[in-house]
């Protein structure tokens, strides 16, 4: 059920940055995420990741909306 509108892009042509961005986070979290199935992953690894992925992007839109 990937097609519900939660999970839909707002810029459909970012999605292989994304996709790039969640690995790098993942990695730095140490969470094994790989390409494809990750339902072998709890649910708190999976947040965690996409927790951080929203805080690096509100940061890195606050500092642009700062002008750093």
Do not use: C, H, W
Not at 4 to 12: A, D, G, H, W, Y
Not at 48 to 63: A, L, P
């Amino acid at each position: 059920m990937t097609s519900n509108k939660s999970s839909r892009m707002e810029v459909p042509q970012a999605k292989a940055a994304m996709d790039k961005f969640k690995m790098e986070v993942a990695n730095e979290l140490g969470v094994p995420l790989k390409n494809g199935y990750n339902g072998d992953l709890t649910s708190a690894q999976n947040g965690s990741v996409g927790g951080e992925m929203v805080r690096q992007m509100i940061k890195r839109q606050e500092q642009a909306m700062a002008g750093e």
